[in-house]
Every structure is written in C-alpha cells, then in structure tokens.
T-cell receptor, first 114, second 115 residues
Framework: AQSVSQHNHHVILSEAASLELGCNYS??????LFWYVQYPGQHLQLLLK??????LVKGIKGFEAEFIKSKFSFNLRKPSVQWSDTAEYFC????????????FGTGTRLTIIP | DTGVSQDPRHKITKRGQNVTFRCDPI?????LYWYRQTLGQGPEFLTY????????KSRLLSDRFSAERPKGSFSTLEIQRTEQGDSAMYLC?????????????FGSGTRLTVV
C-alpha cells in the first residue's frame, strides 16, 4: 500500500524567505506525484504534478518540486514566499497502475509573517 | 462556474439520522471521487466512479455508506445511521481519464457534524 509522509506539520516563515516542504512516499512501483494547496476557506487546488520526464516540475505561483526517485521524495520549493502563500499544503501520490486513488499526506500548515 | 459543486456546504445532524450529500462534477469529466477529511489529516479516499460504474471502494466505506452516480453525471453519498465518528469534511473531485492534463479538481466539500 502506498503512503505519504510530510514531516513538517507547521512552518512559519517571514516574507521573502525561501521555502522547502518535505514529502516522502512509500510505494515500490511507478508513481504520479502531486502537490495541492488549500487556502483558508477554499477548496483544494492543484499546484503541480509529476508524471514522467524532467524530475524538476514547475507549477503555479512560482512553486516547483523535484522528484528524487532514489530518495522517494518530492519536495516543494519556492525561492521567495509571500504573505498570500499562507495555506495548507498537501503532497499526494497515485500509483501508475491499477487503482485510481490519491493517497495524501497529513499536510503542512504554512504561515507567512509579513 | 464550471468547477465541482457540492451541496450542502454544511450539515448538522443528530446521531442515528441519515444524511445525503450531492456532488456535481465538471461536465466533461467522466471520473468522480469521494474523499473524507478530518481535522489535522489529509483527505482519505472513499470511492471512485468511472461514468456510472463504481469501480473502487475503500475499506473506510462501511455498509452504512452508499454512493451512486446514476447516468454518469452527478453523484450522491448517503450515510445511514450516522455516528459521531462520521463528523468530517466530505470532498468530491472529478477528473478526465489519465493524460497530459490529468489532475483532480476538488469541490469545496460538505462539512458534516453529527451531534
């Protein structure tokens, strides 16, 4: 069974600081990887996704993530955060074969201090 | 608005009552998913439809839960004899079959409180 670990439960940064949120998954086969964001009071929105090819994936709002297969990781990065990035961030994995379910991590709450 | 719609947004019910939630997916999406999210946790998969066929169900979906997607359009999730442990946010998502643009679009959810 697949699982996702997000070790940072709550991250607090000042505006303009660089961000890296950790995501490790457990699954032996080929996977698709996703980062979703949930702004306060809003629904989950897709930030970026990895299916194949270039392991460095660029998403919306200046976010990027790097898939490192040997480390089973898909960390999210942003060079300079803004107050509007305050949200909850979820990493998710889907196996490339068989079932269609997304398995989510527990999320990382990001607070940006102006 | 062409997103995923869920109704109602909030539902408070007494323990033992039945509740039903509705999800209207993006019209061209043939896949529809139900997830449940409790406080401090990520969404957990409940079930998935491709068109009108329910293809996968989680062990989380006890026999008190039933989901339907008649005609492959909107879907309903019914919980019978609700328990306090059913209190959660119920999320619906839809997607096209896998491809370059693959990705779930989530609705805003239905928050269920069982008192």
């Amino acid at each position: 069974a697949q699982s996702v670990s997000q070790h940072n439960h709550h991250v607090i940064l000042s505006e303009a600081a660089s961000l890296e949120l950790g995501c490790n998954y457990s699954y032996g086969g080929t996977v698709n990887l996703f980062w979703y964001v949930q702004y306060p009071g809003q629904h989950l929105q897709l930030l970026l996704k990895y299916f194949s090819g270039d392991p460095l994936v660029k998403g919306i709002k200046g976010f990027e993530a790097e898939f490192i297969k040997s480390k089973f990781s898909f960390n999210l990065r942003k060079p300079s955060v803004q107050w509007s990035d305050t949200a909850e961030y979820f990493c998710a994995v889907k196996s490339n074969f068989g079932n269609e379910k997304l398995t989510f991590g527990t999320g990382t709450r990001l607070t940006i201090i102006p | 608005d062409t997103g995923v719609s869920q109704d109602p947004r909030h539902k408070i019910t007494k323990r033992g009552q039945n509740v039903t939630f509705r999800c209207d997916p993006i019209s061209e999406h043939n896949r529809l998913y139900w997830y449940r999210q409790t406080l401090g946790q990520g969404p957990e998969f409940l079930t998935y439809f491709q068109n009108e066929a329910q293809l996968e169900k989680s062990r989380l979906l006890s026999d008190r839960f039933s989901a339907e997607r008649p005609k492959g359009s909107f879907s309903t999730l019914e919980i019978q004899r609700t328990e306090q442990g059913d209190s959660a946010m119920y999320l619906c998502a839809s997607s096209l079959e896998q491809g370059k643009n693959y990705g779930y679009t989530f609705g805003s959810g239905t928050r269920l409180t069982v008192v």
